[in-house]
């Protein structure tokens, strides 16, 4: 019997839409990155933080390897991106645009409050894929490692500016930490539509 007239087994069609959701959600995921620092790194050219700049061009180019890796699953599954990718485009580029527009310190703490989200989904999906798919299981790591990276040196950065700057009243503290929470709100929220559609 051909591979095409192979005999339908129960439980393929739940792997396989597991596997649609797995790959939509990871490639919007991607695409939303690689627009987030593209935007950021826009602005930061035009207002003087060129080496700022230069830094987020290098992070969108990881993602954009990351973004290229999903592109092509879901080609050779003959499968399709989410219906919202054209929105997740525009609000990856807005949220890119207003935080670099806020300053240094505002873009990294988008930087780490998107990639704590990303590499906990990362953290979950290796988890519930291991032992079926190892071998997209290490891809999806490999990732998260990349992620991490990302959101250790956003760390570092917020860190060495508040080392920089004077004290400040803790309401500008509860301010980045709301920014944090509002963009990891939205991170979630995201995940779970692109999942579903």
């Known amino acids: 019997m051909s591979e095409s007239q192979a005999p339908f087994l129960p439980g393929q069609g739940q792997a396989h839409s597991r596997l649609h959701a797995l790959l939509r959600v ?65 609000a990856a580029l807005g949220l890119g645009a207003g935080t670099a527009l806020m300053g240094p ?17 990362y953290a979950d999906q290796v988890a519930s894929i291991a032992d079926e798919n190892p071998e997209l299981a290490a891809d999806l790591s490999q990732f998260r490692e990349d992620e991490l990276g990302h959101q250790a040196h956003a760390q570092d950065e917020i860190e060495s500016d508040l080392n920089r700057e004077p004290a400040r009243p803790s309401v500008i503290g509860l301010g980045d930490t709301l920014l944090a929470e509002f963009i990891k709100m939205g991170c979630r929220a995201a995940i779970k539509i692109s999942e579903a559609i």
């Open 105 to 121: 310190k505002a873009a990294h703490i988008c930087t780490q409050a998107v990639e704590s989200v990303i590499e906990a989904h």
């Open 26 to 90: 990871d490639h919007a995921g991607e695409l939303a990155a690689v627009h987030i620092y593209q935007a950021q790194a826009a602005v930061f050219a035009q207002t003087g933080h060129k080496a700022l700049s230069s830094d987020f061009v290098r992070m969108q180019g990881e993602e954009q390897v990351h973004l290229d890796y999903f592109e092509k699953r879901l080609r050779q599954h003959n499968l399709s991106p989410t219906i919202m990718t054209p929105i997740w485009r525009l």
